[in-house]
């Protein structure tokens, strides 16, 4: 199934039924009076996250969404049927916008999280609820209220406990096949990845779900490679481990590059907790990996782990450094933390 993370939806509440006039008319009656009932309510939209979807795939499909209509009141006192509600069902982590994108209506990041997106139109009031003791005999009803009708955007972010970043061919999509049951494609080339990847990761005991994003390159910010459009699946995430291709000429460039477009693209990422890893010390003899560690630990003020995603050395440790920095019980238990790192910011 192809992985959608935007779409753009119609949605139209229920128009109202119209209010009925009606008079009571039968043999030996003489004076029946009003007997006209009151419309139905027009159905509402609602969104509601879902557990077991990933992808909103479906709305590319399935543009226009739309409520029922109530029905008309009848005679006989008899009201009309309220219009059928009409529920979008959605991955847990999707948010919905106004049209312009802007204004945030609704952010679903529980499952069975709903939300109402557009109310549904009031029933008209049929002549029967005009009677009073001076007017026996009204003839005036209301008409059904309109229901809502807007575009909506829907943004999924998913929902990880930590995020991998780094360049293209940084290694990120092997180091989420060693650690989790994720199959992420793997080649040697650049952009292998081409849509966010999630899988759970068991470290000590301890479970947590790890997401990888495409890689980033200069200028991803301003659309150039596949920009940051996922960058937005991090937003959630507790901490990120940065990945450095060791067997690049100028580490350090390549850890400003990624910074950089992180700070360019905002949304607190460049805040968040960040483990440094310099990734295929496989490749890199002894004197390459301590000058190459230096190097970066000169720039982030903090520790750089060596690892190998390929032969699995130093993954262990990288997987417990993340794990210090998620809440390993309730949302207010405070997560450990390891060896205190000065943020590095590219300005």
């Given at each position: 199934m192809?992985?959608?993370?935007?779409?753009?939806?119609?949605?139209?509440?229920?128009?109202?039924?119209?209010?009925?006039?009606?008079?009571?008319?039968?043999k030996f009656i003489e004076f029946g009076g009003p007997?006209?009932?009151?419309?139905?309510?027009?159905?509402?939209?609602?969104?509601?996250?879902?557990?077991?979807?990933?992808?909103?795939?479906?709305?590319?499909?399935?543009?226009?969404?739309?409520?029922g209509r109530g029905v008309h009141g009848m005679g006989k006192d008899r009201s009309g049927a309220n219009g059928k509600d009409t529920t979008l069902k959605v991955p847990v982590g999707t948010q919905f916008f106004d049209e312009a994108g802007e204004f945030l209506i609704g952010d679903l990041a529980k499952p069975g999280?709903?939300?109402?997106?557009?109310?549904?139109?009031?029933?008209?009031?049929?002549?029967?609820?005009?009677?009073?003791?001076?007017?026996?005999?009204?003839?005036r009803i209301t008409p059904g209220q309109?229901?809502?009708?807007?575009?909506?955007?829907?943004?999924?972010?998913?929902?990880?406990?930590?995020?991998l970043v780094g360049l293209p061919n940084a290694g990120k999509s092997t180091f989420l096949a060693s650690v989790t049951r994720a199959r992420p494609k793997i080649a040697d080339y650049p952009f292998t990845t081409l849509a966010p990847q999630l899988g759970v990761v068991s470290s000590d005991g301890r479970e947590f779900v790890l997401a990888d994003i495409p890689g980033l390159i200069e200028g991803a910010h301003e659309?150039?490679?596949?920009?940051?459009?996922?960058?937005?699946?991090?937003?959630?995430?507790?901490?990120?481990?940065?990945?450095?291709d060791g067997a690049v000429d100028d580490v350090v460039e390549s850890y400003k590059t990624v910074r950089a477009e992180l700070?360019?693209?905002?949304?607190?990422?460049?805040?968040?907790?960040?483990?440094?890893?310099?990734?295929?010390?496989?490749?890199?003899?002894?004197?390459?990996?301590?000058?190459?560690?230096?190097q970066l630990e000169a720039l982030v003020q903090g520790p750089v782990l060596p690892v190998s995603a390929a032969t699995g050395q130093g993954v262990s440790r990288s997987l417990r450094q993340l794990a210090a920095f998620i809440p390993s019980g309730t949302a207010d238990e405070v997560p450990a933390k390891i060896a205190p790192q000065k943020k590095w910011s590219p300005v």
């Amino acid at each position: 199934m192809k992985f959608l993370d935007q779409a753009k939806v119609f949605i139209k509440s229920g128009d109202g039924g119209n209010g009925c006039m009606s008079f009571r008319r039968e043999k030996f009656i003489e004076f029946g009076g009003p007997d006209g009932g009151n419309g139905g309510r027009g159905g509402h939209v609602y969104a509601e996250a879902a557990e077991g979807l990933n992808t909103l795939i479906d709305f590319r499909y399935k543009q226009h969404v739309k409520a029922g209509r109530g029905v008309h009141g009848m005679g006989k006192d008899r009201s009309g049927a309220n219009g059928k509600d009409t529920t979008l069902k959605v991955p847990v982590g999707t948010q919905f916008f106004d049209e312009a994108g802007e204004f945030l209506i609704g952010d679903l990041a529980k499952p069975g999280q709903r939300i109402l997106l557009a109310k549904g139109g009031d029933g008209g009031l049929g002549n029967t609820h005009f009677k009073s003791s001076t007017n026996r005999a009204p003839r005036r009803i209301t008409p059904g209220q309109p229901g809502q009708e807007m575009w909506i955007r829907m943004r999924l972010k998913l929902l990880a406990d930590a995020g991998l970043v780094g360049l293209p061919n940084a290694g990120k999509s092997t180091f989420l096949a060693s650690v989790t049951r994720a199959r992420p494609k793997i080649a040697d080339y650049p952009f292998t990845t081409l849509a966010p990847q999630l899988g759970v990761v068991s470290s000590d005991g301890r479970e947590f779900v790890l997401a990888d994003i495409p890689g980033l390159i200069e200028g991803a910010h301003e659309g150039t490679g596949l920009g940051d459009r996922f960058l937005g699946h991090i937003e959630r995430c507790g901490v990120l481990l940065h990945l450095v291709d060791g067997a690049v000429d100028d580490v350090v460039e390549s850890y400003k590059t990624v910074r950089a477009e992180l700070s360019a693209y905002g949304a607190g990422l460049t805040d968040k907790p960040e483990v440094v890893g310099l990734n295929k010390i496989d490749l890199l003899s002894d004197e390459e990996i301590a000058e190459r560690i230096a190097q970066l630990e000169a720039l982030v003020q903090g520790p750089v782990l060596p690892v190998s995603a390929a032969t699995g050395q130093g993954v262990s440790r990288s997987l417990r450094q993340l794990a210090a920095f998620i809440p390993s019980g309730t949302a207010d238990e405070v997560p450990a933390k390891i060896a205190p790192q000065k943020k590095w910011s590219p300005v």
